[in-house]
């Protein structure tokens, strides 16, 4: 039992098989935030919520009650959206220092992917009268995609170089982008087709079934005990939740003699405030403040697919020219851009060239800050998963805090707008911590201190 525990294969880097399997999840789960967070279902949520509404607020607005509560329909997404990623914010952690120290990242991955494909599966129950209901599996395939997507990423270290891991990241991105831009055609092909109410609930259903079906390859082909051994890898006394706890505030210890590391987190946090809620509201802002059809939504989606798949192929390789730090900056700044254009936009032209922007600029952002954080880790670590905890829980947190400020302050001042306004000093904010480590992270490996050998596991 002693050697199972401290010996393991180690994992090849750059390894076709393993790589094009890893590249395929985000082939597999991109479906949920376009399909479900951001076209078909966020839409479909409108129209039950007109025929479930039981009051509308002084701008003509539904409310609808969730379990008895009365609540603005509209917020009322945004509203879960933080509660799930809230949720996966707190257990993360804790799970992955427990998939390093168990060597079961991979069945950890597959639990809350399985958990998401099939909350969106459910969804082809939803009707007007089980709208609450809905809304908690909405909940639920939200934490299954969030909880999902730490492990996956924290593979990313484990099986690609240094040299390789920009390019791979903007691969994995590419092929999310197209993969759901797939499906969406398909799923509004039905709605031509038959009656679209029960299109959109078929689209629910389609969505689950591919998430779950193509997750089948990246599964048959990851690693599964990667994490179980290694330096830094607490003594084995005491049962997994013991040693899951130790795991955590091993990796916690760590950070704290990390300056350039922590300084990046800050900066991904406000980021993640700003680009995280942009996408998450896009919908309700271009319906309720441009009056958009849904037509023009569904085009405006289609563009930022295209268009992210340029931005992160195209940031990869201004990363490689320019460094990740600079090819980061410059994605923040047409962020902070689109915020301010987005406070003056109008229906039509503008909004379309605006729509060209955030597509560009969120394949680069995305791409890079997971690539650049892989970068920044430890090298060699076999606690992958819990450092990249760190990176979930700043990105799940700046999404509860970004996506509750819009809300908040659209309901307050009556426009979403000024929302636009606060996310544009978020990315200002994140734009001087960027900045400020130019220079300093190409450094931060050579100056990892080493671990004590009560917290190594030596002897």
Request: a neutral charge; charged letters at 10%.
């Amino acid at each position: 039992m002693a050697s199972s525990l401290n010996e393991r294969s180690p994992v090849p880097k750059n390894d076709r098989r393993i790589t094009t399997g890893w590249v395929l999840y985000d082939w597999a789960n991109s479906v949920y935030p376009l399909v479900i967070t951001s076209t078909v279902f966020p839409i479909y949520f409108n129209s039950q919520a007109d025929v479930a509404a039981v009051a509308q607020d002084a701008s003509g607005r539904p409310i609808v009650e969730f379990f008895g509560y009365p609540i603005l329909a509209s917020s009322l997404l945004i509203y879960a959206i933080s509660i799930a990623f809230l949720i996966v914010a707190a257990v993360s952690p804790l799970l992955t220092a427990l998939s390093d120290y168990s060597g079961q990242k991979k069945r950890f991955m597959q639990f809350f992917c399985y958990l998401g494909a099939f909350s969106c599966a459910g969804l082809y129950f939803f009707t007007a009268q089980s709208l609450s209901l809905a809304v908690l599996l909405y909940i639920l395939a939200t934490i299954g995609f969030a909880g999902s997507i730490v492990f996956y990423n924290s593979y990313l270290p484990d099986i690609a170089s240094e040299d390789q891991v920009d390019a791979l990241s903007a691969k994995g991105f590419s092929f999310g982008y197209v993969g759901s831009a797939l499906l969406l055609v398909a799923c509004l092909g039905l709605v031509f087709l038959i009656d679209p109410d029960l299109a959109s609930r078929l689209s629910f259903l389609m969505t689950g079934l591919w998430w779950g079906g193509f997750a089948l390859i990246p599964f048959s082909r990851l690693p599964a005990d990667v994490g179980r051994t290694g330096p830094d890898r607490p003594a084995a006394t005491g049962g997994y939740l013991l040693n899951g706890y130790r795991q955590l505030g091993l990796i916690a210890t760590q950070l704290k003699d990390h300056p350039v590391l922590q300084q990046f987190l800050v900066s991904y946090f406000f980021t993640c405030m700003g680009v995280q809620t942009v996408m998450y509201v896009a919908t309700p802002f271009a319906e309720e403040t441009l009056g958009m059809g849904q037509e023009a939504l569904i085009t405006t989606i289609l563009i930022l697919q295209i268009l992210g798949v340029v931005g992160a192929q195209m940031f990869s390789k201004l990363s490689r020219a320019t460094g990740n730090i600079r090819a980061l900056s410059a994605a923040v700044v047409v962020w902070t851009g689109v915020c301010a254009g987005g406070y003056f936009v109008q229906a039509g032209l503008s909004f379309y060239l605006l729509a060209c922007c955030i597509g560009f600029a969120m394949g680069g952002v995305q791409s890079l800050s997971r690539s650049t954080y892989a970068k920044l880790i430890p090298e060699n670590t076999s606690n992958s998963a819990s450092w990249f905890s760190f990176f979930d829980v700043t990105e799940k947190v700046g999404i509860v805090v970004g996506t509750a400020s819009f809300s908040v302050i659209s309901q307050l001042t009556g426009s979403m707008r000024n929302s636009l306004l606060a996310l544009m000093v978020f990315f200002i904010v994140g734009l001087a911590f960027l900045i400020t480590l130019r220079g300093k992270a190409l450094r931060m490996r050579a100056a990892t201190p080493p671990l004590p050998p009560i917290l190594s596991g030596e002897r």
